[in-house]
């Protein structure tokens, strides 16, 4: 009997040091947490969250992580879902801000409003990020550089499916809604409509690779 049960103890040690504590989770917002940037710090590298529509007063910062965040549109193919699902920064701040070297950020299926900074204020991009943003709406941001993204220091984004709508910088700025500086951007089927600065009122770029494929600019604006 004593035999027995030492062998089922070790049984029971052997199968749960089997099993990998780094398995990768999908996080829920708001039923597992009533923020995002809860389930950003709990996360780690591969980890997906999945936001619900809503409006979200927050300004994210993923420190690093690898993460995929998304809303519900892909798995219910319904557009609504886009401008029903809001990241409003509440002019506090960049909403999103990846500055640690973030790779492979997958970002898609939101509204993202009313962002306030001094480089991009919807999303700030720096230190050699490596994201793809696709199916969003940016508008109403506010930055000195880039209103809407600011790219910088190496970094390399896909831009996909995006609709940039009256973003703008304050007076001798640049890039209404991209500044892109020494960074590498790809634009698929994406859209420009009313951004304004002083310097490229829809686009800025200084050393940078950008690719521009099947998208239109309509109205935007540049005073100098």
Do not use: W
């Not at 500086?181 to 304004?196: A, G, T």
């Not at 770029?205 to 604006?221: H, L, R």
Request: charged letters at 15%; one cysteine or more.
């Amino acid at each position: 009997m004593v035999k027995q049960q030492i062998i089922i103890v070790l049984l029971a040690f052997f199968l749960f040091s089997c099993v990998d504590p780094k398995i990768n989770k999908t996080y829920h917002i708001p039923e597992d947490y009533s923020t995002i940037q809860e389930a950003v710090d709990i996360a780690i590298d591969g980890d997906k969250i999945i936001v619900d529509p809503g409006i979200y007063i927050e300004n994210l910062d993923f420190f690093g992580k690898t993460i995929k965040l998304k809303s519900t549109y892909q798995s219910q193919e319904d557009t609504l879902i886009i401008s029903q699902t809001i990241i409003d920064a509440g002019y506090a701040d960049h909403a999103i801000k990846l500055n640690s070297g973030e790779k492979n950020i997958s970002i898609s299926g939101f509204t993202i409003r009313n962002g306030i900074a001094g480089g991009g204020g919807a999303i700030y991009c720096g230190n050699n990020v490596t994201a793809e943003f696709n199916n969003l709406v940016i508008e109403n941001n506010i930055a000195s550089f880039g209103g809407g993204i600011l790219s910088y220091h190496s970094s390399n984004l896909v831009l996909e499916n995006i609709n940039f709508i009256r973003n703008s910088c304050s007076e001798q700025s640049f890039g209404g809604a991209i500044a892109a500086y020494d960074s590498n951007i790809e634009l698929v089927n994406c859209n420009f409509l009313e951004n304004e600065a002083s310097h490229g009122g829809a686009i800025y770029s200084a050393f940078p690779n950008i690719k521009i494929t099947q998208t239109v600019f309509d109205d935007n604006y540049a005073s100098q």
